[in-house]
């Protein structure tokens, strides 16, 4: 890693780290515990859900608006909600109806993926269950890409976790998630946009979740000021 990433982050912990003590991320009060696993006392009433490994990653099953349950790679380094690979999306038909979702472009490293934004009305996994999941379909590309794992469903981001508690005890393979009982998965409203060859903020496509009547934008529309201050140039010419 390197530039503005490296510049704020000292360190990484982890899997092997995690494989000698147990760790609890607490996202609602921003802190993070570190505790032996000889003292540890999982929080009373906590039920545990397993937790499995593939190549040291860990992994837990879940299902989507009540469906069977699906392998999910479960990154607490991933900024998104919840993110479904290509194979799985294109399984399921899940970007059939593109007229339903919203366009969005992802910029990865085989270049730009065209891939759709989406929303679930529940995840489940073990007692925990989440309302209105907002979720990253993501196309198909070429060469290398993580999008094209087809063993997982898809991976479970650190959006989805605001203001959760995740406790993760590796060597007992197990993982406490104690999510708020109104828990919102990430959810957002809003717009997807990105810059044209002009340098101008082009709007990608209005989430099928958002208010569409007071939202008077369609997709391609140009941006060119909001609240009352003129937008940045983008990165063309």
């Not at 704020?8 to 505790?35: E, N, P, S, W």
């Not at 607490?76 to 919840?82: D, K, Y």
């Not at 890409?145 to 063993?151: E, I, N, V």
Request: include cysteine; hydrophobic fraction near 45%.
């Amino acid at each position: 890693f390197a530039g503005a990433w490296a510049d704020h982050h000292r360190a990484i912990l982890g899997g092997q780290f995690l494989g000698v003590c147990v760790l609890t991320m607490d996202y609602g009060r921003k802190l993070v515990r570190i505790r032996d696993h000889e003292k540890f006392t999982p929080p009373e009433g906590a039920v545990a859900t397993k937790l499995d490994f593939f190549v040291g990653q860990p992994e837990v099953w879940a299902s989507l608006d009540g469906g069977r349950r699906f392998r999910f790679l479960f990154d607490t380094g991933a900024e998104g909600s919840l993110i479904l690979h290509e194979p799985f999306v294109a399984r399921n038909e899940l970007a059939a109806d593109p007229e339903r979702l919203c366009k969005a472009n992802i910029l990865g490293l085989n270049g730009v993926v065209v891939s759709h934004g989406g929303s679930f009305a529940h995840f489940s996994m073990g007692d925990t269950r989440l309302a209105n999941v907002s979720a990253v379909l993501l196309g198909a590309t070429k060469g290398l890409s993580l999008g094209g794992d087809a063993r997982r469903a898809g991976i479970v981001g650190s959006s989805m976790l605001q203001g959760s508690q995740v406790t993760f005890d590796y060597r007992n393979r197990r993982l406490f998630w104690d999510a708020p009982a109104d828990a919102q998965a990430g959810q957002v409203s809003g717009i997807m946009v990105d810059w044209d060859d002009a340098k101008r903020v082009r709007v990608g496509g209005v989430m099928a979740w958002a208010a569409r009547p007071t939202m008077d934008l369609e997709g391609d529309d140009v941006l060119v000021a909001a609240d009352g201050g003129s937008l940045p140039d983008g990165p063309g010419t």
